[in-house]
């Protein structure tokens, strides 16, 4: 089996061979794919491309146009099939490559996966994957220290946001010592990390909270409060113009109730149910595994590939019910 430290003399020859590289995020993007990408690209330079999986009509989070090079990112309806190297960011499945993006992995000469998810079995040619690490922010820092790469204030902006907010501002079990040095490492790259915070908590649209307010509002329970889910129609979507990123968070705020033990977020979307799983000490893998999903102990997701979202709950639920 190939150590991390070969891995990461690989990774880096590659870098510095490849003529054309692509970085992908995942799909429904977040702070660290972006940020991970961000940095990768920072560190990189002009012969590597950004592709988010959004199209024209379907935007990433507007609060991470801070992060550099993420405003001049491809898209499904501008990226060509033109690179010799991709390297997938916290894309914890291939599965969570869809279109051109997986297309264009898949065809590649040579393809590299960073990431920290630990159900992550690796479908790249090289896998570095560290799932006990707070985020693929992380993972990449791990990269750049153990081969002495000068972190940047760019880079070190995308890498502070990415494990800023896959801690969830470092309050999540993720979060170890080594996170905090990495953090007071990077703080120390001349970023503003209240800015950056700013940036990614404090800069929400209207119809966002008053979509969240909404979803929390009408949650259901079931087995003495222990479970809690709200359900997300295309009808409500359509109601507050709501976008992908309108989503994030809420599982957390249902989690956060006392004597819930697991929340569901169920999303109805065009490949089937959406569900975003947080629990407080179960393991929600156990739940996604069933649906081919992943994600971690305490924060998972999957597709169910269903039209009828009550259908898709009951599932779920028959399955929370197993382990609590």
């Known amino acids: 089996m190939i150590s991390y430290m070969q891995m990461e003399k690989e990774i880096l020859n590659l870098i510095k061979t490849s003529l054309r590289i692509l970085i992908i995020t995942h799909v429904n993007p977040d702070g660290d794919t972006l940020g991970t990408a961000s940095a990768l690209k920072s560190y990189i330079g002009e012969k590597?491309?950004?592709?988010?999986?959004?199209?024209d009509k379907s935007l990433y989070p507007k609060m991470y146009e801070f992060l550099?090079?993420?405003?001049?990112?491809?898209?499904?309806?501008?990226?060509?099939?033109e690179y010799d190297l991709a390297i997938a960011v916290d894309v914890a499945s291939i599965d969570r490559m869809i279109g051109n993006a997986r297309k264009?992995?898949?065809?590649?000469?040579?393809?590299i996966v960073i990431d920290h998810h630990k159900t992550n079995k690796g479908y790249g040619k090289i896998n570095y994957i560290k799932g006990s690490l707070s985020s693929a922010s992380e993972v990449l820092y791990d990269l750049f220290y153990q081969e002495k790469k000068e972190i940047t204030e760019e880079m070190a902006k995308g890498l502070y946001c990415g494990i800023l907010t896959?801690?969830?501002?470092?309050?999540?079990?993720?979060?170890t010592p080594k996170t905090f040095k990495i953090a007071s490492e990077l703080a120390n790259c001349n970023i503003n990390t209240s800015e950056i915070a700013d940036f990614c908590y404090s800069n929400k649209p209207k119809n966002l909270i008053?979509?969240?307010?909404?979803?929390?509002?009408?949650?259901?329970?079931r087995l003495n409060d222990k479970i809690a889910y709200t359900l997300i129609t295309k009808e409500i979507i359509s109601k507050f113009q709501a976008t992908d990123e309108f989503t994030?968070?809420?599982?957390?705020?249902?989690?956060?109730?006392?004597?819930?033990?697991?929340?569901?977020v169920l999303k109805e979307t065009d490949l089937g149910i959406k569900v975003s799983i947080r629990s407080k000490n179960l393991d929600a893998t156990k739940i996604t595994d069933k649906f081919n999903g992943g994600g971690h102990r305490r924060a998972a997701g999957c597709t169910i590939k269903l039209k009828n979202i009550n259908e898709a709950l009951e599932k779920l639920i028959k399955q929370a019910e197993t382990l609590l």
């Open 210 to 221: 008053l979509f969240q307010n909404y979803l929390v509002s009408n949650a259901k329970f």
């Open 48 to 55: 590597a491309d950004i592709l988010i999986q959004v199209n």
């Open 68 to 81: 550099p090079h993420i405003n001049s990112a491809l898209n499904f309806s501008n990226v060509k099939n």
């Open 166 to 175: 896959d801690t969830g501002c470092f309050k999540y079990e993720n979060t």
């Open 104 to 111: 264009i992995f898949e065809n590649a000469k040579n393809t």
């Open 248 to 264: 994030e968070g809420i599982c957390e705020t249902l989690r956060s109730i006392a004597g819930v033990e697991i929340a569901f």
